[in-house]
């Protein structure tokens, strides 16, 4: 998203948000930029449930697997000249000339495609550190505005628009020191009334380390249970 500016006709319509034209203009180009995000971890997901299937890996771990790729990407990725060895952001910018309808159309077959492997008609995308979506610098005030007062509209706006209409797929909201009322603002204007959602909070948290060890030896052997483990676990886990 930081490379918005580099579309065709973006910086001019910045200077034009009083017109409609060009509001729709940065609406279009952002929608697509969040589309191409979103078919790149649907093509990768399909890739590793293939993959998967042919070596006979079970559910759990095939979760495990998806979890990895997502937070260490260059463990499996070649670098390729001029690109970052994250091949999440590879694939992104190789989609970067599809069209909005190409994108819709193959996302819809993505996530039809991986309904029938995993046997499943939902899936949950989780947007983690959501809090700099309404909070400047970082949320782009400016570049959206009101259709009908022109006031200045975070980017969330734009992400809740192009990922919650996305048939089969949940979009969960994340992060800490959220501003509620701000984000029950973005969420609940006219643009947004037709995506219903639900607001959770205080989800609990590892505030002790009897709490957290307790929680850990429930997944983890007790073979590897040492002092030393729990207590790098609770220097470097505690409060998630």
């Not at 299937?53 to 095939?62: C, G, P, Q, R, T």
């Amino acid at each position: 998203m930081r490379n918005l500016t580099n579309s065709n006709g973006y910086t001019t319509a910045q200077k034009q948000l009083k017109e409609q034209p060009a509001v729709r203009h940065i609406r279009e180009v952002v929608e697509r930029r969040l589309t191409q995000l979103l078919l790149a971890r649907l093509y990768l997901l399909g890739l590793l449930v293939d993959v998967a299937e042919d070596y006979k890996v079970s559910a759990d771990h095939l979760r495990r697997l998806w979890v990895l790729l997502q937070v260490q990407p260059a463990m499996i990725s070649r670098p390729v000249v001029g690109m970052t060895e994250d091949i999440f952001t590879q694939l992104t910018q190789l989609l970067r000339y599809t069209s909005a309808d190409d994108f819709r159309r193959q996302i819809n077959q993505q996530f039809a495609s991986l309904s029938d492997k995993l046997c499943t008609s939902l899936f949950y995308c989780v947007f983690d550190e959501v809090q700099v979506t309404i909070t400047p610098p970082y949320a782009y005030w400016g570049d959206f505005v009101s259709d009908t007062n022109g006031a200045n509209r975070p980017i969330l706006r734009e992400i809740w628009n192009a990922w919650s209409r996305v048939q089969g797929m949940r979009l969960v909201l994340a992060g800490t020191g959220i501003n509620s009322q701000a984000l029950h603002d973005r969420l609940t204007s006219s643009f947004l009334k037709e995506q219903p959602y639900d607001q959770v909070h205080d989800i609990g948290a590892f505030d002790d380390q009897t709490t957290q060890t307790d929680y850990i030896k429930q997944y983890v052997p007790a073979r590897f249970l040492s002092a030393e483990f729990l207590n790098r676990a609770w220097a470097w886990g505690r409060g998630r």
